[in-house]
């Protein structure tokens, strides 16, 4: 498959870009490989995977271990490397060659848009998708690391929904894996969506106390927020009308670091003019970037689709429980903010979306799931895991993670309450206590070549 790679440095970095050719449906593309007696197959459709290496330019002629970045999501591209950001990498950077990979269907990987979805029936949309969850990925990831890297060992780092790919990657290749980091992504192993959404609903009603005992006046502009949707038709810039329950759908945003305040001043500039009874410019621009998924509809479109098990649909798990929790009406008082959850009628509010709601109905109907956690092989694991577990995760539930933790050998768990979700992003000290594990462990696993 071909290979293409461009190099060139970024103030005391040395940044190698490498596109490659890979199957979209890996699973078909193995058995035809199989049947063909090791000749490549013509008959399989392709894509394109991007990675982007990233190594101190003091160092670029050092041996340094591989250390790969699995983005949170799913459909999360990669962070994009600038001088001293992610944080994270600033420390990686002094020890390892990083690794930063657009997963598919994102960034420079053949990123999955309205223009292709809407191409394809409900089914084709469904099949389509069903190509991009973590099993592919982690095949993307082993095809990576035997044609650039030559079969070197990958340590990981998996935030969030990259944790999940780091368990899927466990279970399908640990042949390939030095070490691994994870830092709020131990997901539940066996779990259905509805179990998931019952314990984070939970932690988002949590959330929206912590944000109204912080910001108590901020109860009122959120009852004038509600009755300016329910008593208008208000557009957002994009031409989208912004419905209550799309408001709502900001709650997003309290689960992260800095969230709680963003919330706050989002609503601080809610009203415009003297008499403050119209909704601002500025805040219906921000309400809509937050909620449009222009930059990512895949996140939407396969959210639910990470939960999925054999013989069981997800079946729009996340509406089905949100109508359980009286505290999500938009009568409440005060008005509760829902989390990252997807909802169908977000595929009919949502210009970016509305391509992918046959496919995305399709798939919340679909069983057949191949499993992407083999139990056995977690229970007998032999690479080290260090993972950081937050006490008030709101994404995901810091029970589902501690049960993990005792599921999957040789895993050793650093749960805090001093971050929220993203606490590595916001501080070097989560990578940095990962790495002090790892150490007391033994440190990575050396190749065996």
């Known amino acids: 498959m071909n290979t293409v790679s461009q190099q060139y440095k970024m103030k005391g970095m040395l940044i190698t870009n490498h596109e490659l050719e890979v199957p979209l449906d890996w699973r078909s593309f193995n058995k035809s490989f199989n049947k063909s007696l090791n000749k490549n197959p013509d008959n399989n459709s392709t894509i394109t995977l991007f990675a982007r290496e990233v190594v101190d330019v003091k160092r670029a002629d050092d041996e340094l271990p591989l250390l790969l970045f699995l983005q949170g999501g799913p459909g999360g591209k990669s962070p994009r490397p600038m001088p001293g950001s992610p944080s994270w990498m600033v420390e990686a950077l002094k020890t390892h060659r990083v690794i930063l990979i657009d997963q598919r269907g994102t960034g420079r990987s053949s990123r999955i848009d309205t223009n292709l979805i809407s191409k394809l029936s409900a089914e084709e949309g469904r099949d389509y998708l069903l190509k991009f969850r973590a099993d592919s990925i982690v095949a993307d990831c082993e095809h990576l690391r035997k044609t650039i890297y030559g079969g070197r060992l990958f340590e990981t780092l998996g935030q969030s929904y990259g944790g999940f790919i780091t368990l899927a990657y466990l279970s399908q290749a640990p042949e390939g894996l030095a070490a691994c980091y994870i830092t709020g992504g131990l997901a539940g192993l066996d779990e259905s969506a509805q179990e998931v959404y019952q314990l984070t609903y939970q932690r988002v009603i949590e959330k929206n106390q912590d944000y109204y005992a912080r910001y108590p006046e901020d109860a009122k502009v959120m009852a004038k927020i509600a009755q300016c949707l329910t008593n208008e038709k208000v557009l957002l810039p994009d031409g989208d009308q912004l419905t209550l329950e799309r408001f709502q759908s ?28 119209r909704l601002s410019d500025v805040f219906l621009e921000q309400v809509m970037n937050i909620t449009s998924y222009h930059e990512g509809p895949l996140f939407a479109a396969i959210h639910e689709s990470i939960y999925g098990r054999p013989n069981e649909s997800t079946s729009w798990a996340a509406q089905q429980l949100r109508d359980q929790f009286s505290e999500f009406d938009v009568s409440h008082s005060p008005l509760i903010l829902t989390g990252e959850m997807i909802y169908p009628w977000m595929f009919e509010q949502i210009t970016s979306l509305r391509p992918f709601a046959d496919a995305a109905n399709s798939l919340a109907d679909y069983q057949d799931y191949k499993p992407l956690y083999d139990l056995a092989k977690l229970a007998e694991n032999k690479v080290p895991i260090v993972a950081a577990v937050y006490h008030n995760d709101m994404y995901v539930p810091r029970e589902l993670s501690l049960k993990t933790a005792k599921q999957v050998a040789n895993t050793q768990v650093w749960l805090t309450n001093s971050y929220e979700h993203d606490g590595v992003r916001q501080s070097t000290e989560v990578f940095c206590k990962l790495r002090e594990l790892l150490l007391d462990q033994g440190g990575p696993l050396k190749s065996s070549k």
């Open 250 to 277: 900001i709650g997003i945003l309290l689960g992260m670091g800095p969230g709680i305040d963003q919330v706050h001043w989002l609503v601080d500039e809610a009203f415009a003019g003297s008499d403050k009874t």
